[in-house]
């Protein structure tokens, strides 16, 4: 059975739906009413409260902290500041993403990492002869994320900390609600947002002080479902979705590359040494075989597919993790890529959906047709190439 | 020093095999050895003054022909044969030796078994030439399984031979064969535990393991395949001690043009941008190279020489996996007079004692010497390797004395309780006592001891965990996986950086061929 976070007595009491998942072995709320919709309008109309204690985190502390750091992730550790962030990959020996998340400086010589997959293993086994220690504090701390354009105003009043001060990708530590936390303004959202790290017998209290304060904000606590349909607004990609990790993958073509996912900008070829950096350098220099992009789902020649079925336009109600095919072309002949994920944006009014393509048909603009099943027939509906992420609010770094 | 393109490390008997080759081909070599003398494990001194002791290896018999012709070995030392080789007391007062003579050996085994020696020369023939197939194998450079290269096959066409004169039923018994037990292999032949005991023990003395364990056929075999005797086991000294042929390779190698450093320590290899540039010693001197060969282990050359930081992740994890657990300590005593084995009286006692003497008197017995390294604690009842180098060789003692040299197993390098410093004292005495149940004179007769435990070896002799062969000599540990799948081939990751010792196929033993076939890979890519 799966383990309860630090906020499930919280979570458990509001969980109408008792739709539970199980995420890296903890209760998740998937939804909180019976359906979600509530809980997405919160994330961009107010403030989506969500309990993301499962995360893996490990601290990293040491004479070698910078160097263990610099050797796993593709990004330049030593460039992180104390108090900053980054979003990075890192890579296995042969290039390939193994995972992402973030990587946050607490000191000189301490780091603080999050990821998706359980990392312990792969960050000791990197650890060879480094004066380093690696701890995973999974179970040490909750998390929260508190993501929309409230967020702020509502964590203002729980603190005295100036928090407009705190920038995108910053941290800091201060109280919330008379409680140490660690407060980050990072988030899955692409919106204002925060990232709040808590001991487990801080956090039932930390949870009441949100919801309650939260309450003349436009807060509600919100689940997976939500969660996965302005990620994908926001053009973040998902593990097991969007990429799958080269430690669990079975077969070679299941393996994706940094460049591939549109992560090049997080590969930094010029610092000493990292793992996978020969391979990336090669892959840099040829070029890489797939290219990650932003589609846009053209609505009104889906809704043509329906019609043509005598039926009313159908949308998908809530996000889709699937692997599409897309075309070159509308007779389905010229295979050039797949569409890994995608969903209904109803504050866009739009259908964006994430995939990967030849590189030859990943700029901006261009048409491609991506598959739809209408009455069990298959469809190529048009689709351009847009920028992610789709949904870019200025709020979120101002 | 900026005139040298091919550094060496370390000056063990491999290092100066692949100087001798390289220096002959015209390449600038410089070797650099921490010790104050050559030869690395295959050194003599006279650790007891007077006694001239090999201290670590001391039979030669594992010298390739070819290494001793390239490098004018036979001109510069004096081999000697050793037969019996190998002759076993036994606890009731018996005893069985083998000759290099089949039919002599028959004779033996038929006091034991008259069923035994009648099997013994089918045995002898059949092994020979499933040995020679393996044989055929240790010249060869691994392959990359499974992306075999064209120059692979044709290197590998040598093995026709070989394999066509076993024919297609000893293939297929081959290779049921190598992953069993030695015991699986003599019970199906042999019924006598003396003779199966004097077998076995030559399979299970470089590794830990039980002549019960899986593949302790493939450690026979091996051992057939090197040997000098064509049989189970190797028994040959170098005239002087084995450091005569350590400081002949090293005469030949500077007769090459090759120059020879003792007492520098390299602390680390350089790397720039994946490729070597050099070494730096210890006493902070650089010396810059394209090429630089290790003769140190896979661990020592990976993990500590080279910044891990800079290889691949997935390679410092399978050199971190490697596995060494050395089991075996060496004993040396300085005697006033040759002991006397009583199950050897009435037979011609010298002639007896001139080839090496295993404590060995059967499977079981070996077997249960090994159990207690499972559980980390020291035989209670040990294998001896014995051998009286003096008996063959007088020169090595004053006239009258002797020298005794003892392989002791199984003393785990990991114990579970108590550690090695205490050990010794314990250990020594259980050699003493052991011997002394076979030769009671023994105890009177000790001028002088010394004991080199597993960790000694590992201190002094830069052996990783004791561990006698740079890594253990077993199957999962053997051609194209030795030392790790992928990197069989005497290159590493780091462009212009080689292994030339035995961490690399075909492994352990003076035999000279790592060092041998890792030049012939370098000269190969410097074209
Ligand atoms: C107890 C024991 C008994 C054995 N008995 C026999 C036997 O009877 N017959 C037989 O054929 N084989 C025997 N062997 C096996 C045999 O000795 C070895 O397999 C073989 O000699 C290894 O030779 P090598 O030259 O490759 O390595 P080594 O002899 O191990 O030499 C490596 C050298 O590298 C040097 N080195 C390491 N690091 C550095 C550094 N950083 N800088 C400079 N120098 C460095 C070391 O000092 C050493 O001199 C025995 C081994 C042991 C341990």
Redesign the interface.
């Known amino acids: 059975m799966p383990r309860q976070t630090p906020f499930h007595s919280r979570t458990n009491a509001l969980c109408e739906s008792q739709n539970w998942v199980e995420w890296s072995g903890y209760f998740s709320a998937q939804t909180y009413e019976m359906d979600h919709i509530h809980e997405y309008n919160a994330i961009r109309l107010g403030a989506g409260l969500f309990d993301v204690s499962p995360l893996f985190k490990y601290f990293i502390r040491g004479r070698d902290a910078v160097a263990l750091m610099n050797r796993v992730i593709t990004r330049d550790a030593s460039k992180c500041g104390v108090g900053q962030i980054f979003y990075t990959a890192w890579c296995d020996d042969e290039g390939k993403i193994i995972d992402d998340g973030t990587v946050a400086r607490l000191g000189e010589d301490s780091f603080r990492m999050t990821a998706a997959t359980p990392t312990l293993c792969w960050l000791e086994d990197n650890a060879f002869g480094m004066d380093v220690e690696i701890e995973e504090v999974t179970d040490a701390y909750g998390a929260l994320a508190l993501q929309g354009p409230t967020s702020r105003d509502i964590l203002q009043q729980l603190t005295d900390t100036d928090l407009s001060s705190l920038k995108y990708f910053r941290m800091l530590e201060t109280k919330l609600a008379g409680a140490p936390v660690n407060i980050s303004r990072t988030g899955y959202t692409g919106d204002l947002g925060y990232e709040i790290f808590a001991e487990p017998d801080q956090c039932e209290g930390i949870w009441d002080a949100l919801i309650e304060t939260g309450a003349a904000y436009k807060l509600l606590p919100a689940g997976m479902t939500a969660l996965d349909m302005v990620r994908i607004e926001a053009g973040m990609l998902l593990l097991d979705a969007d990429f799958h990790s080269a430690s669990t993958a079975m077969f070679e073509v299941e393996k994706t590359s940094p460049y591939e996912l549109g992560l090049g900008w997080m590969v930094n070829l010029k610092k000493d040494h990292f793992v996978g950096q020969e391979a990336l350098r090669r892959e840099n220099a040829r070029g890489p075989a797939t290219c990650t992009v932003g589609l846009e789902i053209d609505v009104l020649a889906l809704e043509k597919v329906f019609v043509q079925n005598s039926m009313p336009l159908q949308l998908p109600y809530q996000s889709w993790v699937d692997e599409l095919p897309v075309y070159s072309d509308s007779d389905q002949r010229d295979h050039i890529g797949r569409a890994t994920s995608g969903t209904w944006s109803p504050v866009m009014k739009k259908y964006p959906v994430i995939g990967r393509v030849k590189p030859q048909y990943a700029k901006i603009g261009t048409r491609v047709y991506v598959e739809q099943t209408v009455e069990a027939r298959r469809y190529a509906v048009p689709a351009t190439v847009v920028k992610m992420p789709f949904f870019d609010p200025p709020r979120k770094r101002e | 020093m900026g005139n040298n393109d091919v550094v060496i490390i370390g000056a063990g008997h491999n290092s100066l095999v692949a100087a001798g080759y390289l220096a002959k081909a015209g390449r600038r070599v410089v070797v650099l050895e921490k010790s104050s003398v050559v030869g690395g494990t295959a050194t003599t001194d006279e650790t007891f003054p007077g006694f001239k002791i090999s201290p670590v290896a001391d039979t030669a018999g594992y010298l390739s022909d070819e290494v001793k012709t390239d490098l004018k070995l036979d001109s510069q030392v004096e081999i000697i044969p050793l037969d019996p080789i190998a002759s076993s007391p036994e606890p009731d007062g018996t005893h069985l030796a083998i000759w290099r003579d089949t039919a002599r050996t028959v004779k033996e085994i038929e006091r034991f078994s008259p069923a035994d020696a009648a099997k013994y020369p089918l045995f002898v023939e059949r092994m020979t030439k499933i040995a020679g197939v393996i044989e055929g194998l240790l010249k060869l450079t691994p392959m990359d399984l499974p992306s075999v290269g064209l120059a692979d096959i044709r290197a590998a066409l040598g093995l026709a031979g070989p394999v066509l004169k076993l024919g297609r039923k000893n293939i297929n018994e081959l290779l049921r064969l190598l992953p069993t037990p030695v015991e699986d292999l003599l019970n199906e032949w042999f019924e006598s535990d003396v003779l199966k005991g004097a077998l076995a023990a030559s399979a299970v003395k470089d590794v830990t393991w039980g002549p019960q364990e899986t593949g302790t056929t493939f450690t026979f075999i091996y051992n057939w395949a090197l040997s000098d005797t064509g049989l189970f086991r190797s028994a040959s000294l170098v005239k002087g001690g084995i450091g005569e042929l350590t400081k002949a390779m090293a005469e030949t190698a500077r007769g090459f043009g090759a120059q020879i450093r003792t007492d520098v320590e390299v602390k680390s290899i350089d790397v720039e941008r994946?490729k070597v540039t050099g070494v730096t010693l210890a006493n902070g001197e650089s010396i810059q190279a394209g090429t630089v060969v290790s003769g140190a282990s896979p661990r020592t050359t990976f993990?500590e020489l080279l910044?891990?930081?800079?290889l691949?992740?997935?390679?410092?994890?399978h050199v971190?996996n490697i596995k060494y657990r050395g089991s075996a300590s060496r004993m040396h005593f300085a005697l006033s007079g040759l002991p006397e084995f009583p199950s050897l009286a009435g037979a011609e006692t010298d002639g007896y004692l001139r080839g090496p003497i295993q404590i060995a008197p059967s499977i079981n017995y070996l077997q249960r010497a090994f159990d207690h390294t499972k559980y980390g604690r020291v035989a209670s009842a040990p294998y001896l390797d014995i051998v009286i180098p003096t008996v063959a060789d007088p020169s090595l003692a004053p006239s009258g004395k002797h020298i005794m040299s003892v392989t002791v197993k199984y003393t785990p390098y990991a114990l579970r309780d108590g550690d090695w410093a205490a050990k010794g004292p314990e250990i020594a005495k259980l050699v003493v006592d052991t011997i002394a149940e076979y030769a009671p004179n023994f105890p009177g007769l000790i001028i002088d001891q010394m004991l080199l435990t597993p960790v000694d070896l590992e201190t002094v002799y830069d052996l990783p965990e004791g561990n006698v062969n740079h890594g253990e000599m077993t199957l999962d540990q053997f051609f194209h996986m030795r030392p790790i799948p992928g990197y069989a081939r005497y290159r590493t990751p780091v462009e212009g950086m080689y292994l030339c010792g035995p961490g690399c196929h075909p492994g352990g033993g003076v035999t000279g061929l790592p060092g041998q076939n890792a030049a012939r890979e370098i000269l190969k890519d410097a074209k």
């Open positions: 994946g993990l910044d891990a930081r800079y691949d992740t997935s390679f410092v994890r971190h």
